[in-house]
């Protein structure tokens, strides 16, 4: 037990809760058109967590020796030494494997897409080595997910999924940028590029606002529904929030934004894609 809570660690598992709720929306969205099925249910959030593990995974390992030299990051426990670097290569390959076996089980279509997708997972660690898009590029991968939970449903793709993977791209990208704001001095001193050590913290967090306000545009073009427009609004203020806990001058509740907001603004949309589903 206390391995797997090692390892739940070293992939931030408990962050899950930005994506899960997304997908958990999509499914719902998709029972409206799409006769689901329950073992496809179970198999699509399996997929969705190895996925996740696999892509966490490959960049702690890539990661590491910055890491080492980030205050904020020493204590990991790849850089410590409390998990080995080749058991942690193992923990990925057994993911990724993982991953692609429950791909196969859905369409040729995802098992077709999976090797891409594994492939852009091992990407994204390397981007903020050579470009502040790094951030765009999370959130395009990630944001892939409720068209992948829509193909791994019926083998199609929904214009609700497509405008749903847009929304979660811009608001991933936001808050990514967010968090970075944590590191800007380290990057700096490092030649990484984030965002706000590439533009500076007032043209970021301009940047991270206007992701979130796409983000409200394309989940207002997702679904309807007087539930749904509730949901949205609460959403709304929920982001406004987040922003304006973040300064330019004071990161002190950047943490809070990251992870508790953003936890709270995606389980909300469920909720509310739920609650609108169920009353129609």
């Known amino acids: ?104 089980c859905f369409n040729r279509i995802t098992l077709a897409c999976a090797p891409v997708l594994l492939i852009l997972f091992c990407l994204y660690p390397y981007f903020k080595r050579f470009s502040w898009f790094s951030h765009f590029f999370l959130g395009f991968t990630i944001g892939l997910a409720p068209i992948a939970t829509w193909l791994a449903l019926d083998a199609t793709v929904s214009l609700s999924a497509i405008f749903l993977g847009l929304a979660m791209m811009c608001w991933i990208a936001g808050f990514d940028i967010i968090y970075a704001l944590l590191d800007v001095d380290f990057d700096k001193k490092e030649g990484l590029y984030s965002l706000p050590a590439s533009l500076g913290v007032k043209t970021s967090l301009t940047v991270s606002a206007a992701l979130h306000i796409f983000t409200l545009l394309f989940l207002m073009l997702t679904f309807n529904g007087a539930v749904y427009l509730i949901g949205i609004s609460v959403m709304f203020l929920v982001l406004v929030y987040e922003h304006w806990i973040v300064k330019p001058d004071d990161f002190s509740r950047v943490n809070t934004a990251f992870f508790n907001v953003n936890g709270l603004a995606s389980i909300l949309y469920f909720c509310f894609t739920w609650l609108e589903v169920v009353t129609r």
């Not at 962050?15 to 099925?37: D, G, M, N, R």
């Not at 904020?72 to 410590?80: A, E, G, I, S, W």
């Open 1 to 104: 037990m206390k391995s797997l809570i090692d390892y739940g660690k070293l992939v931030k598992f408990s962050h899950t809760i930005f994506a899960l709720p997304f997908v958990l929306a999509t499914i719902a969205i998709a029972s409206l058109e799409i006769e689901l099925k329950i073992w496809k249910i179970i198999f699509i959030i399996l997929a969705m967590a190895t996925a996740r593990s696999t892509a966490m995974g490959m960049n702690r390992i890539i990661d590491r020796k910055a890491d080492a030299k980030n205050i904020r990051t020493q204590n990991r426990d790849l850089v410590t030494g409390k998990i080995k670097l080749l058991n942690a290569k193992l923990f990925v390959l057994i993911n990724a494997l993982l991953f692609f076996a429950i791909a196969a």
